[in-house]
């Protein structure tokens, strides 16, 4: 298994390296997006409207963090399963979206759509929070608080383990 | 007569509630480290290596096991010379999952109205509650947070009483090995067989609570669950789906009489965040 270190943003060549299986160590500024959040960055770009972050920089991880308990950098963190998101990665791919984090298989139209892209899809550990609460920096609400733990939160990763699913060539 | 008041059962609740979402069944944690200690398989090390790390770390980061806190699940069995003075069981037990929920803190999971409005009740109430009522004076509470990767990947059939036995092992091993990584293996598998639609589901569940790798006092059920834990184990999908030979900890079947011209199956699947406690009061 081999073991790569990578900060965000990732460069094409760091993409072209991976191959299904590795381990990823994963730095950097990432924003969440589960299920809510998806259906409106996918609003806001039908509409034209600019968005906040750039997806071609970042990764977008499946994610509803748990709230923080006093004094905490962060909740209980952690991949939801990414499935929910077949039918609505495409358009954040076509924004120029590199990476994902999530749990699980994805249909094989979003694998081919991963693919195509040249993107990654990395899959983080379910029910390991306590371990990837180290790893996180920075954990703020960034879009739509009241979703609650469906709104986009900005995270800053220190070496986030995951593992490659889907890689394009 | 055996009066109990409300404010301590509630009380009782809470701090269970809370303790379950830091800790993992021990016996449960116990499996994975004798996995993690023999397996030969990279991925499979890796993962359960993370997995007990994460048992290791949430009491002392005081972060809860998993993001998915879980939904409040209460089997009850209460004595019929008990009475509750205050509340019903099902207000107790709703007002603890709040109260654990800010304590904690938990994350609010659970939608008011399940198709039309999926707004946040933002506390974690209400809690699914089942009481069944036994003899004597006492209360006995199996507690558990579940989280929704696995139940969304649990399964009812409504089988045919000739199905052949090789059938229906087949079709639940299928059913559980297609979930793939959704239900985050290593799995504890509760199977319920009999009584009918909505009761071979709550002795699914109930299976759950068994204590993990108990022997069935039946020896066929005995014999089914350790067939169908070697089946699933076999199958190769590993930890997390990564892959390696402990997909699943433990089968544990509950069965009851039912229909001659039924035969329901309900499969309720739980994660490694193996989250529950019995409290007795
Ligand atoms: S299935 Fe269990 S371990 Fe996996 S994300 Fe859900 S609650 Fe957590």
């Given amino acids: 298994m081999q073991v790569h270190e990578l900060r965000l943003p990732l460069r094409a060549e760091d993409i072209r390296k991976l191959k299904e299986g590795d381990k990823v160590l994963l730095s950097g500024i990432i924003y969440t997006a589960r299920d809510q959040a998806h259906k409106k960055l996918i609003e806001l770009i039908e509409k034209g409207v600019d968005l906040p972050f750039k997806l071609r920089e970042t990764a977008i991880f499946y994610c509803g963090p748990s709230p923080k308990a006093e004094g905490k950098v962060c909740g209980a963190i952690g991949p939801t399963t990414s499935s929910r998101m077949d039918g609505l990665t495409l358009p954040l791919l076509q924004q120029g979206l590199k990476v994902i984090i999530g749990k699980g298989e994805r249909s094989a139209e979003c694998e081919r759509q991963i693919r195509e892209h040249g993107a990654v899809y990395l899959t983080a550990i379910g029910g390991i929070s306590a371990v990837l609460a180290r790893t996180i920096v920075s954990c703020e609400t960034y879009l739509w608080e009241e979703l609650g733990a469906e709104a986009v939160y900005r995270m800053e990763l220190d070496r986030l383990p995951c593992y490659v699913g889907i890689v394009g060539d | ?281």
Avoid at chain 2, 31 to 49: C, F, I, K, P
Avoid at chain 2, 242 to 248: D, I, N, P, S
Wanted: negative net charge; contains cysteine; proline residues 4%.
């Fill in chain 2, 1 to 281: 007569m055996r009066y109990l008041k409300a404010e301590d059962i509630q009380k009782a609740l809470t701090q269970a509630i809370c303790q379950i979402s830091y800790e993992s069944d021990p016996k449960a944690v116990e499996r994975m480290r004798t996995a993690h200690e023999q397996s030969n398989h990279e991925l499979e090390r890796d993962v359960l290596g993370a997995i007990l790390e994460n048992n290791e770390l949430a009491a002392i980061d005081n972060i809860p096991l998993c993001q998915d806190t879980g939904c409040t699940v209460i089997i009850a069995e209460m004595g019929r010379e008990l009475v509750i003075e205050g509340a019903t069981l099902q207000e107790i037990a709703d007002r603890a999952a709040a109260e654990a929920q800010g304590k904690c803190p938990l994350r609010a999971s659970i939608s008011y109205d399940p198709l039309f409005r999926r707004k946040n009740s933002g506390n974690n109430s209400p809690a699914i509650v089942h009481i069944r009522q036994v003899e004597g004076k006492r209360l006995k509470l199996k507690i558990a947070q579940k989280g929704g990767g696995a139940e969304n990947m649990s399964f009812l059939m409504m089988l045919s009483p000739a199905t052949p036995l090789e059938k229906i092992k087949e079709q639940i091993v299928q059913r559980i090995v297609e979930s793939g990584s959704r239900a985050c293996p290593p799995l504890v598998v509760g199977i319920g067989i009999g009584g009918n639609f909505e009761r071979c589901a709550l002795l699914a569940k109930e299976a759950l609570f068994e204590e993990l790798g108990r022997k069935h006092p039946d020896e066929h059920y005995a014999a089914l669950e350790q067939e169908i834990l070697s089946m699933i184990n076999k199958c190769g999908k590993g930890a997390q789906g990564m892959g390696g030979g402990l997909t699943a900890l433990a089968v544990h079947v509950l069965h009851e009489a039912c229909h001659i011209a039924s035969l329901p199956i309900a499969v309720n699947l739980q994660c490694h965040a193996h989250r529950h406690v019995d409290i007795e009061l």
